[in-house]
Structure formats: C-alpha cells, structure tokens
C-alpha cells in the first residue's frame, strides 16, 4: 500500500490560522453556509453541541457518536466527513426501525402470504413516509428548521404525485435522505461536498422519533 494513501498524522494540526477548514453547515437564513473553523477545540465543541440525547437506546447512540468522531477526525482527512455521513445514516435508519418496524410487521401480517422477517422489515424510505404521514413529523417539530428556517419534507420522501410529475416532465429524481445513503453506500462517482447539517438534521429526527419514550424517561 502506497503510505501517501495512509492518515498522516503529521497533518494533525490544532491550529488553522488561515481558516482553512470550512464546513458546509447552514445558518438561520443561509442554508449553503460554509462555517471557517480556526482550532480543532473549536470544532470538537461544535460538534459535542449537536450530541444525541443520552437516554437513547445505545445500540442507536453508540452510531450516532461513531459518525461524531468521523466527523471530527475531518480535521486531518476530509474524506473521512463523508464516512461519517454514512455512519450517521445508519443510526437513523436503526432508529426508525426500532420506533416504526412493528407497525410495518404487523401490517405485512393482516396481509395474505407469507414473508421472512427481513422481507417484512422496511425500507428507510417507507420509514422516512411514514414519520411525515403517520406520525405527524412536520417542519415545525424540528430544532433544526426552527433554527435554520426553510423546509426539509421534502427530503425526507417524495409524494408520489412529485414522482409522476417529475417522471412525466422529464424532471431528474428529487433529493431525499433515502437517495442520499444510497449514494453514499452505493458509490456515487459524483460525490462531492459534505451535505451541509446533515448530522445535525438526523440527531433531530432520532430525537423526535424517541419523542414520546424521552417523554416516559422524563416522568418516571
């Protein structure tokens, strides 16, 4: 293996004087900012304040703090971002399957046939739809939009109305998070920039998918 290709410690820095590190992240009424970051203390704190709730389960929050140190090891590799992008992606579809998966098991169920567990169980895009439909996910539920303005329905799930209006006028594929993993597991050759406050918009959708069992956490 060529050592070029190896993490060089030697880039591990502290300080970044000149602002070099920039990440896309959004601000209120700026959703394509890029945010400088001058000392690696700096974008340790950042990203310790979008941790997870403690109190959810372990098997999602121990993920969701892989993707963080992926994050934070962007400082020396920033390459390594988009890893934990994909890590993080992976918190959230295990959370969504642990809130939602008995809903979707119980409803192959009723149905005629017969299916293995893992046949039953289902996609993050189902699961995304049915935080908006059947759970009341909206834009104001979110710290995220509330903070940052704008709307991120839309990239949870494209209504199938949006698909064959898209279809029919030779539109490409709307972006959504279910497209957006994909892409990231799949190899996209297009790949580029991180995707800005993605790991930030996931902590929230975790959160708000425990919603109610943060709720019984708080009370007992």
Known sequence: MDRSDLLDISLFDTERADGSFLMPWPLPGNPSALLPFYHFSEWQRFLEARRLHPAIPEIVGSKFRRAQRLYLLGWIDFGLVKAGELVAMTALELALKDRYGGFFIQQDMRKSGKKSHSERMPSLAQLLEHMVEKDGLTDASLTFTKLYGGSVISLLYESKA????????????????????????????????????????????????????????KLA
């Open 162 to 217: 949006s698909r064959d209006a898209a279809k029919k006028n030779g539109m490409p594929k709307a972006i959504t998070l279910a497209g957006i993993r994909n892409s990231l597991a799949h190899g996209d050759p297009f790949d580029g920039l991180p995707w800005a406050g993605l790991l930030e918009l996931i902590r929230d959708l975790i959160e708000y998918a425990y919603r109610s069992y943060l709720q019984e956490i």
